[in-house]
């Protein structure tokens, strides 16, 4: 079941409450005393606010440097925000760090973050000790880990031996060791083979919609797959947040028009041009291939398709098929950025 | 409270499996570093040949090898309780890995702790190899209280921790360049009677002994393992390590709360 479609309870499991980050010059107040040029602080997030509901696969979209991995990195309660909240499970990641570090389980791509000397088996087992597993229980959840992840040939292999593509699931399965309800995933899918990727992104819906559900944020480039596994999306550029919504609401709100391409015979071209040039404005006719191809943009649930279609209908035409273009994710994210560089 | 504290000593054995784990993957490191205290002790046997006939004024180098050894002993156990607690942050920080560990519900201060506690095992094998070549090898005894020279030596470590807290302060919030590592580690050596008694420094030099921990801490171990004093003798030292420790451990705790949430605010935690 795609996540999109997914039935459930949607109680906010990450509330996320007006977050600014500014990161403050390190010395700033020796610098100025001393009369040092400084660099203005970076402000990475204005004013962020978004809930994440439970059981979601919730995407976080946004060019580099948007302020996808500071927000992620708050969430983890590894920064704190120079203002606003954010909350998981109840738990404040500032007051209550630890506890919300009990409910979430972070897999990033970087490769630095295991002991390269170490074995598969033997990092799990000294992060399962961390999270507070037995050894019995540790030594049965790698086992588990390590089918679920294709690692099961791998665990006496060290960390460093191992492809890139094999870190990332070492990364993901060191994040669920602990079985947290909120995953956070850094671009989860980056290094795999397109096979691999697939497989990875069915364990992540099944994850979303297993028993209990993982809620799962994801940051990614791919949109693609952002719009495949997430049931809602935002977008990020600059610190702000620009939208928040599933990937339709999100392309609806962005652009009301689409693009409609209808592909007919039965009719002529010249007949064609004639009924419809003198009552529709903008319609390009191509014939191609003995049909004829009508292209029209309409806004949104205007009459101008069904008129349209009735025209050519009564005039003999009949449909071969209909396309139509809306805005992808990608203009949707390009558009932002044009924005708010016209923003300045 | 034991829930607490099984979770404790649960994270403290993953650090120590962890870093045995990674040290038996370095096998010739570990064999030589015990080839290198054999060594050393050995070439201190020779030097103090040179002085065996000749007698001394100061009570505790009138076996200059047992009085090296315990030196060195002693000091290796006082740098590691200094150094070991900013090098856990330092290396997981260098390593990489400190992002990873910290995402664990563990707090700052435990990560701190449990991971130099393989430091603190290694310490006490390689001390105890100094007193033991000794032994076997060159008939150095030792007398008085073990257990009197044990709580020297635990107290004068924790002092050195509590600095070691400051310097893993640093470390967080400047990275490099600890000023505290530099005064004690080299001070140490030199000031505290490692190798040569105190009281030779004379009144300029002697004053900065007479600052550092580590000479009341190895006074105090000399005096009741090599002259066999007992604790009437030895209160004063140990007096002055406790009024350093009553000090230095609020300070240094109040000063590390401060660095961590610095540092999380400058989101430079796992920066280095």
């Given at each position: 079941m795609k996540a999109s479609q997914r039935p459930g309870p949607r109680e906010p499991i990450i509330k996320i409450d007006r977050i600014s980050k500014t990161f403050p010059i390190p010395l700033w107040r020796l610098k100025q005393f001393l009369r040092r040029p400084t660099k203005p602080p970076v402000q990475a997030l204005r004013e962020v606010s978004f809930d994440v509901h439970t059981g979601e696969i919730f995407g976080l979209i946004g060019r580099n440097g948007a302020g996808k991995t500071t927000l992620t990195k708050i969430i983890a309660t590894l920064v704190q925000p120079t203002?606003?909240?954010?909350?998981?499970?109840?738990?404040?990641?500032?007051?209550?760090?630890?506890?919300v570090r009990a409910q979430v389980g972070l897999a990033t791509a970087e490769e630095r973050s295991f002991y390269w000397r170490l074995t598969v088996e033997q990092n799990l087992m000294f992060f399962a000790r961390l999270y507070g597993l037995n050894d019995r229980l540790a030594r049965r959840r790698i086992i588990e880990l390590v089918e679920q992840f294709e690692l099961k040939e791998l665990v006496s292999r060290r960390f460093g031996e191992l492809s890139t593509g094999n870190k990332q699931r070492m990364a993901f399965a060191r994040a669920m060791l602990a079985k947290p309800p909120?995953?956070?995933?850094?671009?989860?899918?980056?290094?795999?083979?397109?096979?691999?990727?697939?497989?990875?992104?069915?364990?992540?819906?099944?994850?979303?919609?297993?028993?209990?559900?993982?809620?799962?944020?994801?940051?990614?480039?791919?949109?693609?797959?952002?719009?495949?596994?997430?049931?809602?999306?935002?977008?990020?550029?600059?610190?702000q947040i620009r939208a928040v919504g599933t990937s339709k609401e999100i392309r609806r709100e962005h652009r009301q028009s689409e693009r409609v391409m209808l592909t007919i015979d039965g009719i002529s071209l010249e007949r064609a041009e004639q009924s419809l040039s003198s009552t529709f404005d903008e319609v390009e006719i191509e014939e191609q291939d003995q049909t004829l191809v009508v292209s029209f943009t309409r806004e949104t649930n205007?009459?101008?398709?069904?008129?349209?279609?009735?025209?050519?209908?009564d005039g003999g035409g009949r449909i071969l098929s209909i396309e139509t273009e809306r805005a992808t994710l990608l203009e949707v994210l390009e558009s932002y950025e044009r924005e708010q560089e016209e923003e300045g | 409270?034991?829930?607490?504290?099984?979770?404790?000593?649960?994270?403290?054995?993953?650090?120590?499996?962890?870093?045995?784990?990674?040290?038996?993957?370095?096998?010739?490191?570990?064999?030589?570093?015990?080839?290198?205290?054999?060594?050393?002790?050995?070439?201190?046997?020779?030097?103090?040949?040179?002085?065996?006939?000749?007698?001394?004024?100061?009570?505790?180098?009138?076996?200059?090898?047992?009085?090296?050894?315990?030196?060195?002993?002693?000091?290796?156990?006082?740098?590691?309780?200094?150094?070991?607690?900013?090098?856990?942050?330092?290396?997981?920080?260098?390593?990489?890995?400190?992002?990873?560990?910290?995402?664990?519900?563990?707090?700052?201060?435990?990560?701190?702790?449990?991971?130099?506690?393989?430091?603190?095992?290694?310490?006490?094998?390689?001390?105890?190899?100094?007193?033991?070549?000794?032994?076997?090898?060159?008939?150095?005894?030792?007398?008085?209280?073990?257990?009197?020279?044990?709580?020297f030596l635990v107290i004068t470590t924790l002092v050195l921790a509590c600095l070691g807290i400051l310097s893993a302060s640093f470390a967080m919030v400047f990275?490099?360049?600890?000023?505290?590592?530099?005064?004690?580690?080299?001070?140490?050596?030199?000031?505290?009677?490692?190798?040569?008694?105190?009281?030779?420094?004379?009144?300029?030099?002697?004053a900065v002994s007479r600052v550092l921990p580590t000479t009341y801490g190895l006074d105090g171990i000399r005096r009741v393992l090599i002259e066999g004093q007992g604790l009437s003798e030895v209160r004063d030292p140990l007096m002055i390590l406790f009024i350093y420790l009553a000090v230095l451990l609020p300070f240094s705790l109040w000063v590390f709360a401060r660095a961590v949430r610095r540092a999380k605010r400058e989101g430079s935690l796992i920066q280095y």
């Open positions: 203002s606003g909240t954010a909350v998981v499970k109840g738990f404040d990641s500032v007051n209550d760090d630890e506890k909120v995953l956070l995933l850094d671009e989860p899918t980056r290094s795999l083979d397109p096979l691999a990727a697939a497989r990875m992104r069915a364990l992540i819906n099944s994850l979303a919609g297993g028993d209990p559900s993982v809620t799962i944020l994801l940051t990614s480039h791919n949109l693609s797959e952002v719009e495949e596994l997430c049931s809602r999306i935002a977008i990020i550029s600059r610190g205007d009459e101008r398709f069904d008129k349209i279609l009735r025209t050519l209908h | 409270m034991i829930h607490a504290l099984t979770l404790l000593l649960l994270r403290v054995r993953a650090f120590v499996a962890r870093d045995f784990q990674l040290a038996i993957s370095y096998r010739f490191e570990f064999f030589l570093r015990i080839l290198t205290i054999l060594l050393v002790v050995t070439t201190f046997y020779f030097i103090s040949q040179i002085f065996a006939e000749s007698g001394t004024q100061f009570s505790q180098w009138r076996d200059p090898l047992a009085a090296w050894i315990t030196g060195l002993a002693v000091l290796n156990y006082f740098m590691t309780g200094f150094s070991s607690l900013a090098n856990a942050i330092r290396s997981e920080q260098m390593q990489g890995t400190l992002e990873s560990v910290l995402l664990s519900p563990v707090s700052v201060p435990t990560v701190v702790i449990a991971s130099s506690a393989w430091d603190f095992v290694l310490a006490t094998f390689h001390s105890s190899l100094y007193f033991f070549f000794g032994w076997l090898f060159f008939g150095v005894h030792f007398r008085g209280s073990f257990a009197l020279a044990l709580l990275k490099r360049g600890d000023p505290f590592a530099i005064l004690l580690g080299t001070g140490s050596a030199l000031f505290s009677g490692v190798f040569f008694p105190t009281q030779l420094l004379g009144s300029g030099f002697g």
